[in-house]
């Protein structure tokens, strides 16, 4: 994409997070515009398109990918199709933006990054939160020094299962594993990994176990992980998804 004043974006997937979160956005920010909206269902693409004021839409991936006023993808459907959009884009040599998790598996995920490199065309992932004024700030007094000299992180993100996740005929396909790759980490967990490179450098090592401890659905329910960063800091996480109800954290300390 040649250098302009104006990125025209494509979006693949019509979903809720595109509706409350991303579509207005993209069109907000200076500089950037949507042309061409995507879903499989024809019904959903042109329903979006015209609630949202956007020209074109389509039920065919290659062919939004194919439309000369696009200039970069935003991948915005579930995981498992992630890595297919990804490099059908950049095989295009249109940049691309996805939504968190990367793709539904490490492979998949390598597969990405060796066509990105490869065709030399940008691929991000929507790690959006490190650039957010309330995390800028923490990162700047761990910078500063304000919490002391740190010598080791933690993880502790525990909640009780919602409503939906006792529903084994209709479960969230956030625990549907041949659509979402895994469970709630998969969602959640990025979030939280990123802004711990942002703040203290890249992980270059890491080990964990998952496990299934509530037996509402097959996914992972229960991880437990330990890391190391490229400064030489530690760290380590607990994820739960089936606490009881009574039981509520969310910190990294």
């Known amino acids: 994409m040649a250098d302009k004043d104006k990125i025209n974006w494509g979006f693949i997937g ?24 995507m879903s499989r269902s024809a019904e959903k693409a042109k329903a979006y398109a015209e609630k949202a004021g956007i020209k074109k839409w389509y039920d065919n991936a290659q ?39 990367m793709a539904a598996s490490y492979e998949d995920c390598t597969r990405v990054n060796h066509v990105a490199s490869e065709e030399g065309v940008p691929c991000f992932v929507a790690y959006y939160r490190r650039y957010l004024p309330y995390f800028i700030k923490v990162k700047e ?52 990994l990123d802004f711990l490179q942002d703040v203290f450098g890249c992980i270059l090592e890491a080990s964990g176990y998952a496990t299934n401890r509530g037996g509402l659905y097959q996914v992972e329910d229960t991880l437990n992980a330990c890391f190391r960063f490229d400064n030489g800091l530690t760290g380590s996480g607990i994820w739960c998804f089936v606490a009881d109800k009574s039981s509520k954290e969310d910190t990294i300390e």
Not at 14 to 37: E, L
Not at 68 to 88: G, L, Q, R
Request: aromatic content about 8%.
């Open 14 to 37: 019509c979903g809720d997070v595109t509706n409350k979160k991303s579509g207005p956005a993209f069109r907000k920010a200076t500089g950037s515009d949507v042309v061409a909206v």
């Open 63 to 101: 062919e939004l990918i194919d439309d000369h006023e696009v200039d970069a993808i935003y991948i915005a459907t579930p995981p498992s199709s992630h890595a297919t959009y990804a490099i059908m884009a950049m095989k295009a040599g249109k940049p691309v933006y996805i939504e968190k998790p």
């Open 141 to 192: 007094l761990v910078k500063q020094g304000a919490v002391g000299n740190v010598l080791n992180v933690q993880i502790r993100y525990i909640q009780p299962p919602n409503e939906h996740d006792y529903d084994t005929s209709n479960l969230p396909w956030r625990l549907q594993p041949d659509i979402a790759g895994g469970g709630f980490f998969y969602d959640l967990a990025p979030h939280q």
